[in-house]
């Protein structure tokens, strides 16, 4: 719709100028006085000036167009550079962003790799333990082994020799010795009664 008024508004531009610079020409229509412009003076008829005004008119139009397309591109290049600056920043954030969680993912990776080395420590240091805890119970079980071996083949007599202690060889049995009336016993050193009777009083 503006392109079509303004074309409009162009036509009628143009046939008003060629009106006005074809029933403006000829002797009746010569300037009276001279028209100078920077030293030049123009001669001719009011047509010829009309159209010298044209002309100017449309210079001053072809510069004013080229003026705002100037400005016009130059407020496009600076639309364009702050949508890139703004893209830029949005960038640098991401990127920011992205450098932050992965200094995070890699802080939490280290915290996780020193409690895996710290676990891995504390189960390396009680494998050991059960390990000496493990030998002492089989040098135990071993000592034990060793000493019901010895206990089997010595037999129940030196069986009865380690439980007494001191004695190595076997007790020395004292003479049976045949006691009197009230004799004392040479076991024990008591007086014993003699329950049976004597041999005469048996009858």
Known sequence: MIVVLGLFVLIA????ALAGIFTNTGAAHDLTSNFTVFGHQLT????????FGIIVGAAAMLGLGLLLAGARRT??????ARHGLRDSRRETDAA???RDTAVEERDAARVEATAA???RDSLSRERDSLT??????TEQRNVL???RDDLLDGGPHRAHEQTAGTRTGPMRQQEAVPLGAGEASPANGHRRPHLLGRDGDSG
């Open 13 to 16: 531009a143009a046939v008003v």
């Open 44 to 51: 001719g008829s009011t047509g010829t000036l009309f159209l």
């Open 75 to 80: 407020s496009r290049r600076g639309a364009t």
């Open 96 to 98: 920011t962003k992205d």
């Open 117 to 119: 080395a710290d676990d």
């Open 132 to 137: 000496d805890q493990r030998d002492a119970l």
């Open 145 to 147: 082994t060793e000493q």
